[in-house]
Every structure is written in C-alpha cells, then in structure tokens.
C-alpha cells in the first residue's frame, strides 16, 4: 500500500496548466534570480557576492515592490545549480549552464556556508553563440 494515499490521484486530477505557468512565472524569488542572471549576462559580469548582512543588489527589470528573503534566493540558486539546499559545513561549487537568447551560457556559483558572514558568489564563466 502507497503510505501517501492514492498512488495515481494526479492522474485523475484535471491540471490547469495555464494557471500553474502562471503560478511559476509570477515567484518573486524565480523572479529575482532570473533577473539577477539576466544582469550578469547584458551587464558588467563582474563576479557578484550575495551576503545577508548586506541587502541584495539591486537589479534591472525587476519590478516588484519587495526583494525576497536571501535564504530563498540562495536555496533557488542552490537547486539550479544541482546542489542539495541544506546548509553544509565546508565550501561548494556548483555550475548553472543556461541558454539566454541564442547564447549558451556556464554560471559558476560558489557557496560558501562557513564562518561568521556565509557568502554566495556568481560569476559569469563562458558564453558561446550558437551554432547556426
């Protein structure tokens, strides 16, 4: 027996999928994330380090009122990257690869969770036009 009820109850399920794109594409965090990458891409691309005792850097095109809470930033960037979101003592690296316009793009995020001020660094590695 499934412990969790009916195994296949979302088979039976109606999903709405216009309703659950617009579920995903209105989270202020994948919101903010997808912004701050996108700033990295057109902008400076100088490496950029989210720390919570400072505020989150200001980016372009995001318009919503308030910035999400960091943990949450840090946890969406986590998963990205392949990394499990749980707090680990030493230093990880972790590799973000994305295709913004007709670019292939590597993010290399470091996450370091040690010490009295925890840091996450994003740094732009490579991008490669696509092939046509």
């Keep these: 027996m499934w412990p969790f009820g009916r195994r296949n109850a979302l088979d039976e399920r109606e999903i709405n ?4 794109g617009l579920l995903v ?3 202020p965090t994948k919101i903010y994330v997808n912004c701050l990458i ?10 950029c380090v989210l720390r919570p005792s400072e505020p989150l850097p200001e980016v372009p095109h995001y318009d919503l009122d308030e910035q999400p809470p960091i943990q949450r930033v840090v946890n969406r960037l986590k998963v990205m990257a ?8 030493q230093p990880r690296d972790g590799r973000i690869e994305l295709q913004i316009r ?12 040690t010490g009295p001020d925890p840091s996450v ?3 732009l590695e490579e ?6």
């Design 102 to 113: 007709v670019a292939k793009c590597f993010l290399h995020v470091r996450f370091n969770d």
């Design 82 to 89: 392949g990394l499990d979101p749980v707090h680990f003592p």
């Design 17 to 20: 999928w216009k309703e659950f």
């Design 25 to 27: 594409e209105t989270n």
């Design 38 to 47: 996108l700033h990295l891409y057109d902008g400076d691309r100088h490496p």
């Design 121 to 123: 660094t994003l740094r």
């Design 127 to 132: 991008v490669r036009a696509r092939a046509s």
